[in-house]
Structure formats: C-alpha cells, structure tokens
C-alpha cells in the first residue's frame, strides 16, 4: 500500500518477526522511500502501530514531495501486550518492577531485528542508524541508544518518561540520584557522534512534584539536557522542541514529528528551511 503526494509515493510492507528473546511474534511496518539510492538511512521507531493514526505516510510524504530530506527507510515496531515490561531501561528496573524485559527487547533490536533489516534490504547501504519513540518508547528508544552508541547516530524522544525512577516519591525520593536516566547519562560514557532531539507539549501533564510552575515532563527533559551538556555533547548536537497546546498524544507527537525528520535527516541540497527549523528551541 502506498500514498502520494504530487507523484512522490511511500510505500510500506509489512513483516512479523519470530522473536526468541521477547518469545512473541513482533510486527514491523516498513515504509520505504520512493527514490531507492542503495546508500540511504534507517530510522527505527517504538509503539509504530501508532504510526498510522498520524498518518506518518503523508507526513513522508510532504517531506519528500518538499525535498526536506534524504532518503531513508523506517521500522515502525509494534509494541507488545507487555509494552511496560519491554520498554525502560535495561540495566536498572523501575522501582516498581516495570521493565523487567527492557534487557530482552535491547537484544530483540540489537541481534534480531537489524540483522532482519540488513539481510531483507540487503539492496540497501544503510549509512547511519537513528532510533525514536513517544512516551515510555522514547525512553527506550533512549536507554538502546545509549547502551549501544556504535549502532547509532540520531535519538529522537517525544514526551519521554525520563521520570522513570527507582525509588517512590515520598519515600527518601531525589531528583538527583532517583532519575534512572539521568543517573545513567551522568556516569555513563560521552559519543560525540550522537545527536538527540527531545520534544514536550506544555499540556503532556499536570504533575509539578517540586512546585515551581513548570509540568515534570518538561522539567525532566530540560535537566536531561543539562546532563547531556555536562558530559559534553553541544547545543548543535540537542534539539529541544516545546509544542504550546501540545499533550501526550498521537496527534501533538505528529506535529512534532516532521522537525524531527528535517532535522536528523535534512537534505542538504535544500537550502529550504521549513517553518522554525532554524530555532534550537520552538515555543
């Protein structure tokens, strides 16, 4: 199946993998560039059977059509059942014991699915790998970039639950060393080869645990930032993109969605800027 705009089509295909490390059959929808060049980049994306509520094709589409970016080819992974039990972190659980499978979806992605990628695109040069997810998906998406920062170039994280912690609010709780991702970027390694863009709506949440006027989801991405900057990555390789109105939906990440594109996939023979692609921040 296919969508086009002005002639320039995606197409998608879709595949089930057997997977003996999450012992589930995990789906995948592909969407394929219209123009084929062999050396082209991957995008992988968590919670992808939300990616036709978008619709992520015309939002490819238009990029296309626009010439805003290079040819790729994107992994819409389907989550499963256990999604809380699959995505986190998987070197530290959720104080609640959510996560408990995030160690086998990493080797799920890692030693399944891009060799799938690689031998059933074998037509295709993959130059560079990028990952992204929404929610409890864009920590994931996070936590597996992180862990295997070789395999990859660009994070993209939409509305993030960075407020993944491992000790209960009231219960000794502190920002500073019960953010299991921020303690994670504060001792692990520096890859100056990484890029991450983060979005927030200001309506993701109501929650404002330190009663300063500003919605955790916010609060917790701008002090992930902070650790990024304290380990060493620059303002040119983070991308903070704050969305007025925006909540924690499909449709305020679809706003979002195609910044994200233009910015770790911008054709460079375009010297277009879409709308706001200059500002590191938009608000």
Known sequence: MNNAVNGVAVGVKQYKIESTFLEREVMIDFYLPPSQNNSISLL???????????????????????????SLLCAGIHCGTDRKMEYGTANTLHYAGFGGKAGAYTRFVIQELLPFIRHTFSSFSFKNISFAGFSLGGLSALDIVLNNPKEFINVGVFSGSLWWRSKKYGKGYSDDKDRIMHQQVREGGYYPWLKFFFECGTLDEVADRNNNGVIDSIDDTLDLIQELKKKGYSDDAIKYVELPEGMHNVATWARAFPQFLAWAFRNDNNRVKMPGEADNTLR
């Open 44 to 70: 992988l994306i968590n919670d992808g059977q939300d990616l036709p509520l978008m619709p992520f094709t015309r939002i490819l589409d238009s990029l296309y059509d626009q010439q805003y970016i290079t």
